[in-house]
C-alpha cells in the first residue's frame, strides 16, 4: 500500500478482514491457524482466474476454518453466499446490500 491509497479497493473487503480479526479475537482460529488457511486458500486461488484473488483467497480461508470447526456447514456457508448474490443482483449500483434477519435464520435453521 502506497501512501495516500486505501488499503482495500472496497468497504465489503475491510469487513471481510474485520471480520477475520473479530474469529481471531474471539478464539476461534488463532493467527497461526489463519496463517495456514490463508496460504492454503492463496494457492487454491492462484489456480484459478479470478479478478481479486486475495478477497477470494480470505473469504475462502474464513468459510474452510469455520467449515472445519463446524462452527457452520459448508451447505449453510453456500446458502447464504448465494443469499448474498441475490442480494447484490437484484440490488442498485450504489445501493448498500442487505440480507434481512429473517432470511439468516431460516438459511441457518435449515438442516
Not at 477475520?20 to 482460529?29: M, P, T, Y
Not at 468459510?63 to 462452527?71: F, S, T, V
Request: charged share 20%.
Amino acid at each position: 500500500m502506497s501512501e495516500g491509497n486505501p488499503a482495500f479497493s472496497s468497504p465489503w473487503e475491510a469487513r471481510l478482514h474485520a471480520m477475520k480479526e473479530i474469529l481471531i479475537s474471539r478464539g476461534v482460529f488463532s493467527s497461526t491457524e489463519w496463517s495456514h488457511a490463508l496460504g492454503a486458500a492463496t494457492r487454491s486461488a492462484d489456480r484459478t482466474i479470478a479478478s481479486d484473488t486475495s478477497a477470494e483467497a480470505v473469504m475462502s480461508a474464513i468459510r474452510n476454518l469455520l467449515a472445519e470447526r463446524e462452527i457452520a456447514s459448508p451447505l449453510h456457508l453456500d446458502a447464504l453466499t448465494d443469499a448474498w448474490s441475490l442480494s447484490a443482483y437484484a440490488t442498485p449500483h450504489g445501493e448498500p446490500l442487505e440480507l434481512s434477519e429473517e432470511t439468516v435464520k431460516s438459511i441457518l435453521t435449515e438442516s
